[in-house]
């Protein structure tokens, strides 16, 4: 399991989200791709809209079934409550309460059947005045906001090793600051 880094890219326009990774997973001689990153689009007379994207880390089926929970929760708000627009800041937040509480209940079934959980996802988002939110789900399903302190979030092993090395590249670009190290 490689690292999955998510990142707010503050621009002119407004800040972007970015959330990349490697695809490749492997053990021993045996290398496979999987779905580590999820992007979250609505339809809406006919246009694409974009409503979020989401990195996981961890077990397959968790991560998977997190990224299905949370494009539920986004598609149910998108069509009842959010005007079949890009959510704003705030209401992205609600909605990952509702996520995070889905998370919660979900993993605390499994504990009890003493199944173990190995569960790592950001889920960010853009609203339409250009203010990114990044939200980290550690493997209790709680969300920690990580969009202003500190604009990132790298999850899965190597982390330490490729991930944070890449951070220290970016420097305070990363931060939303402007300085010699920010990459062109």
């Known amino acids: 399991m490689r690292p999955v880094i998510a990142l707010r890219w503050p621009g002119s326009g ?5 959330i990349a990774s490697d695809p490749r997973a492997s053990i021993g001689h045996l290398i496979w791709e999987e779905m580590k990153t999820y992007p979250i689009v609505a339809r809406a007379s006919g246009e694409e809209v974009p409503i979020a994207i989401a990195g996981g880390a961890g077990d397959a089926p968790p991560v998977k079934q997190g990224f299905r929970m949370a494009e539920k929760v986004l598609f149910d708000l998108f069509r009842r409550e959010w005007g079949s627009r890009t959510p704003m800041f705030e209401e992205f937040e609600d909605a990952v309460t509702e996520v995070e509480r889905r998370l919660m209940a979900r993993f605390r079934e499994l504990r009890e059947m003493e199944v173990p959980v190995s569960f790592q996802m950001v889920l960010g988002s853009v609203d339409p ?5 990044i939200y980290l789900f550690n493997d209790k399903g709680i969300a ?17 090793t490729g991930g ?3 951070m220290r590249l970016f420097g305070p670009a990363v931060r939303g600051t402007t300085g010699p ?4």
Do not use: M, T, Y
């Open 129 to 133: 005045k250009g203010r990114a939110s």
């Open 164 to 166: 944070l090395l890449l």
């Open 181 to 184: 190290s920010r990459p062109s």
């Open 144 to 160: 920690e906001p990580v969009h202003d302190n500190p604009g990132f979030a790298i999850i899965g092993s190597g982390s330490f």
């Open 14 to 18: 407004g800040d972007a989200v970015l």
